[in-house]
């Protein structure tokens, strides 16, 4: 028998990821939270950035209150003393990563700060900056493919 509430998480984590299973309600909280410091890693974190992770983080089917906690959650905390907080977040390191990436150019930018903030989460992680780079270029080369997508599907204009 499906529940119903977990059959979009797991599919959509599955895709994503390749995860078996959905993270808790904590340790997504606390990866979104390291995600949004370094999204503000150039002084400012904008809507479209905390809109973006707080969507990504409601598609896991976290709890009210983990969106709740996001929608004001200054960034402003030391990124170590984040991630110290759950062994599972540090457990993932390069999806986290890419993730941070996203989120950080969610506004049309990846800004050299938040570059800098994203190498200050991978070292603490033990990622290489080879990685880091290969991710970046992930994310831009899986945005590309969104929009050929996207133009594809729909060359005049969405339906919806």
């Given at each position: 028998m499906y529940d119903i509430k977990k059959v979009g998480p797991s599919w959509i984590l599955n895709w994503f990821f390749g995860f078996n299973q959905i993270p808790t309600n904590e340790d997504s909280c606390?990866?979104?939270?390291?995600?949004?410091?370094?999204?503000k890693?150039?002084?400012?974190?904008s809507s479209e950035e905390r809109d973006w992770a707080i969507g990504f983080a409601a598609s896991w089917g976290v709890a009210d209150w983990v969106i709740?906690?996001?929608?004001?959650?200054s960034a402003d905390e030391d990124l170590a003393e984040v991630i110290a907080r759950s062994p599972q977040v540090s457990i993932a390191q390069r999806d986290i990563l890419l993730t941070a990436i996203w989120v950080c150019a969610a506004d049309g930018e990846l800004h050299e700060k938040e570059k800098i903030k994203i190498r200050q989460m991978a070292s603490l992680l033990g990622v290489e900056e080879e990685i880091v780079e290969q991710l970046e270029q992930?994310?831009?080369?899986?945005?590309?493919?969104?929009?050929?997508?996207i133009n594809l599907l729909y060359p005049e204009k969405s339906p919806y």
């Open positions: 606390i990866y979104m939270k390291s995600v949004l410091c370094c999204a890693g150039d002084g400012v974190l709740e906690e996001l929608k004001t959650y992930l994310q831009q080369e899986e945005s590309a493919l969104r929009h050929k997508r």
